[in-house]
């Protein structure tokens, strides 16, 4: 069999699921054939931090909405439920396939994050691949959208054939990280304002006095309404200063992504790019 033949039948199979109520009908989804590699979302901080039960519920998600196969979860601190004695653990099922593919369950790429899980994949006894974070993706900035019309800040997508008044006139992204990591999540919140018709600022979450001035900016240019849009999913550390920061400048907040079904769509995706380089490398 050649090489092409092998990554061929090692991929997932493409299909799309009979029609269902929601925002995501028709949505295509990745079948994972029996002995692939094991899709294992890496989480930064601990198993009992905040916010942690966020990944399980995504790798849930990513199983039944996707792959049909169950997800794992590695977390990067601590011992509890840690990722490397979680790949140590694992067994290749193929002798030309990796045993699994980690993905960074990070809205933007992490350097800390993307080493850490380069570093474990390295590691490991087995052939491991690591992939890319989440975003940035179109789907980040949908993600974003629905979040904000969860919570009465904005008019839904015409998709969920929702009717909400809009109340911001303008939107703040706050992201984990630092500036590198904002201008990465530019493009959703570019893609955020073509959806929503106003204007939207990135600032880190870590600069309280950043996302103050992104605000003032906002009103000084006649924006009555500011709303802040957390670009996270709610396990990171940041996801602390959410409070302080709405507080600070006065605005309305949207919820962090969670288990947004587009992160378990964006998680099966990586999975399938990483996979398919490896094989074809």
């Not at 703040?172 to 893609?191: F, H, I, K, M, R």
């Amino acid at each position: 069999m050649s090489p092409e033949s092998q990554a061929s039948e090692a991929l997932p199979s493409r299909r799309r699921r009979a029609p269902r109520g929601g925002r995501h009908r028709g949505d295509e989804s990745f079948l994972l054939p029996p002995g692939s590699p094991a899709l294992v979302l890496a989480v930064p901080g601990p198993a009992r931090s905040a916010g942690a039960g966020i990944a399980a519920e995504i790798a849930r998600l990513v199983e039944l909405e996707h792959t049909g196969q169950p997800a794992l979860v590695g977390h990067l601190q601590g011992e509890e439920s840690a990722l490397g004695p979680l790949l140590a653990g694992l067994r290749q099922q193929r002798p030309d396939e990796p045993a699994a593919v980690v993905v960074p369950l990070t809205t933007v790429p992490d350097p800390g994050v993307d080493g850490a899980v380069r570093h474990l994949a390295a590691s490991a006894q087995v052939p491991v691949v690591a992939a890319e974070a989440l975003g940035p993706h179109p789907l980040i900035a949908e993600a974003l959208h629905d979040r904000l019309a969860d919570a009465g800040l904005a008019r839904a997508d015409r998709v969920r054939m929702m009717t909400m008044v809009t109340e911001a006139g303008g939107v703040v992204v706050v992201t984990p990280g630092d500036y590198a990591a904002a201008q990465q999540a530019e493009v959703s919140s570019v893609l955020l304002a073509s959806r929503l018709a106003c204007p939207v600022f990135t600032t880190p979450l870590r600069d309280e006095a950043a996302t103050r001035r992104a605000a003032d900016q906002l009103r000084a240019s006649g924006v009555t309404n500011v709303a802040i849009a957390p670009h996270l999913i709610g396990h990171e550390p940041e996801a602390e200063l959410l409070g302080p920061a709405t507080g600070a400048i006065g605005a309305g907040c949207a919820a962090p992504l969670g288990a947004h079904p587009a992160l378990a769509r964006l998680a099966a995706l990586r999975y399938t790019e990483a996979l398919a380089g490896a094989l074809s490398g």
